[in-house]
Every structure is written in structure tokens, then in C-alpha cells.
């Protein structure tokens, strides 16, 4: 594509690093954004700059925050004994959309996956197997995703933590609530049986 | 959602403004861009500004550029007295790609759609018109959108220029190059047969 102006291009080329946004939409929100007021502009560039520079990792849970300790971490109601391992904050967002978790998060930040170049040292691991020996802590939850990556994390972080006993645990794999029976795939489906659940515990919601 | 981070909640619903993008959307581009180095969300962020408040629109054209008067406008080699007139930035860009066009153009900034607002006064229209009544004009080319607005926008022009003894033509329409004959709609099948081409001249680029 040849621009007729370098500010252009070099904005839209700018906007096309991010992931899923190729130059024709880049252009697209470019021209968006010419028609709109010029605060427009001004208040999203304002917002990512600071974003960037300003946002903080909470010291405990490794969840981005405003402050050193974050919310759920500070919150003396909840229970710090139970921690969800996730893998970044848009789990812990779903989760805590669900509003039957009542414990504290930790969020990894990632998942093990040698493919695209992320081993368990850029994770945020040590500091889990810390609280685990340290003795805080009472049952670890395994919420990653049930892909190779995320089993494969799970695996990595279970076998350092396995012997200080405590309950691990992951969530359950099953058919989807909603979903027809019938275009399940048969791995999920075998373990739905494996671990089914008897009828009375079914529908109870904690 | 609920946030864990004012400043993260602030650029999520910046960005989410822009069009196509979802607040889901969003959130995934800023953990993509937490992920990323400092200068990368900087140079976006400074890319945007500066093209939303330097970035010129050419005074002949209306094409958007980097100077008063742009490249196309400015190049004495093409033909000034043919005007293609277009809808916006992306249908130069279209054009100039065939190669085959030589003329220069008019750009519209939008096409007349009173559902979205925009009546003739918001477009570029005058200065065609102004342009075409100081005889410098001797073939304005229509190449806008075959929608409803885009019809409706050729015709308020060429319903104020007919007078002036100059040629006027819109875009072809057609089957594209391609295309199976059974899946075109019949509108388009139609145009296709009643504007047919003498088949010498039917493989001629210019």
C-alpha cells in the first residue's frame, strides 16, 4: 500500500503491530478517528501512554493493579489458604464473574510453551512454590486452559509442590452447560463420565 | 466487567470506542501491549497524535496529506481536466493500484446517507462544482460505492453539473473478474448484459 501522507502511515503501521488488526483495518480506525473531535485521539493515546507507564503488578498475586497489594489480595474477607492458579487476569475476571470463588488468585502470566518461546522461568512460578513451603497455604486450584501448554504448566508446577501436602486440584473437564451431547469430542465426553458426579451434588451451586 | 485497574479500565474504554472493537477486544490488545516493551505502546501512542493533529487535507483534492497540496494534484504528468470523484482515502489508493487511471480526483469524505446524518453541506461537494463552473473540468468519472447512498450522491452532483457540457460516466458495473456466473445476483447479471462490450475491446487494459 502507498500512503499519501508518512503521519498516516506511520500510524497505521503503528496500530498494525498490535495482534488481529492487519493495515486495512489499521487504516480503517485511522480514518475513524480523523472524523471523530481531535480529544478522541487525545484521550486514547493519553490513556495507553499512561497505562504503560503507570500500571503496577500486585506484589502478592502478581494481578495488574493500581496498587502494591491489589484488591483481592487486601481483602481480609476472602480466604488467602485457597489459591487459583491462572493464567492471566481475564481468568481471574471470568472467575470472579461466576462470584463461587472466595479464595486468592495467582497469575502466572502465561503458560509453559516452548513454541513460542516462554519457559517457566518468565512465569511467575518461584513465588507460588515459595507460599507453598512457606506453609500459607491449603489447597491449590489448577485453572489454566485444557490445552498441551496448560496441562503442561500445571504438571511442571504440581511436581514442585506435591510433596508439601496440600490438595491440589483442577477444574472439572465436562460437557459445557447448554451444550448438545452430540457434538461433544469423545475426550471431553469420556471425562465427563470418569468424573461424574452424583445426582444430588449436581445442581447445588456451591 | 469489573476491572482491577482504573488505568487498565480507562484504556480499555478508550479503545473500545473505535469502531469494531469490543471491550473484550480491547482488553486483549493492552495485555498484549503489557507484554510488549515500553517504546512500542509510546510510538503508537505518539504516532496517533501526531497524525490526528498534523495531518493535512490537500486544498485542490481533499485527499489527506502531508502538504497543502498533494502528490496526485501536484504532478503536472497526469491529466488535470479528468476527475475521478471518490468516497475516501482507501478508493485513491484502490485506483492507484490498477495503474490505469491517469486523471486526478475528487474525494468526497463520505457519501449523503441521512440515516447516519451526513446531508451534502458535510461533503466536499461545492468545490467540485465551483471547479467544474470555472471550466476546468472536462470529465468527472463517478466511482462510488453501487449502494443506495453512494447512488444518491452521484446523482445530487450530477444533477448540478449536467448543465455545464462536460462527460460524465460512473464505474462500470459487472460480473468481477473471476466470478462464477451462477452465484452473481441478477441486478448485477443484468447491468452486465445491458451494458455489454465489444469483445475486441473486452481484454483491452487501456
Chains 1, 2 share one sequence.
Not at 503501521?13 to 480529544?39: C, D, F, N
Not at 501436602?165 to 452447560?177: D, L, P
Amino acid at each position: 500500500m502507498e500512503f499519501p501522507s508518512k503521519l498516516l502511515e506511520k500510524a497505521v503501521e503503528e496500530m498494525s503491530q498490535l495482534p488481529g488488526i492487519g493495515k486495512r483495518t489499521a487504516l480503517r480506525l485511522m480514518l475513524h478517528m480523523l472524523k471523530q473531535p481531535e480529544e478522541q485521539t487525545m484521550h486514547l493515546a493519553n490513556a495507553l501512554m499512561k497505562m504503560r507507564t503507570e500500571i503496577i503488578f500486585c506484589n502478592s498475586c502478581h494481578n495488574i493493579s493500581d496498587k502494591e497489594v491489589c484488591d483481592l489480595c487486601a481483602n481480609p474477607l476472602r480466604d488467602h489458604q485457597t489459591i487459583c492458579v491462572v493464567e492471566d487476569i481475564r481468568d481471574v475476571m471470568a472467575i470472579e464473574n461466576t462470584q463461587l470463588f472466595k479464595g486468592i488468585y495467582h497469575v502466572l502470566g502465561g503458560k509453559i510453551s516452548p513454541i513460542d518461546g516462554v519457559g517457566p522461568s518468565q512465569l511467575k512460578i518461584q513465588s507460588l512454590v515459595e507460599k507453598v513451603k512457606e506453609g500459607k497455604v491449603k489447597e491449590i486450584i489448577f485453572a489454566l486452559s485444557s490445552t498441551m501448554e496448560g496441562d503442561t504448566t500445571n504438571f511442571y508446577i504440581y511436581k514442585q509442590i506435591k510433596d508439601y501436602n496440600i490438595i491440589t486440584s483442577t477444574i472439572a473437564r465436562g460437557i459445557s452447560v447448554g451444550d448438545e451431547l452430540e457434538y461433544a469430542d469423545e475426550v471431553t465426553l469420556g471425562r465427563s463420565l470418569v468424573h461424574r458426579v452424583p445426582f444430588e451434588n449436581a445442581f447445588k451451586a456451591v
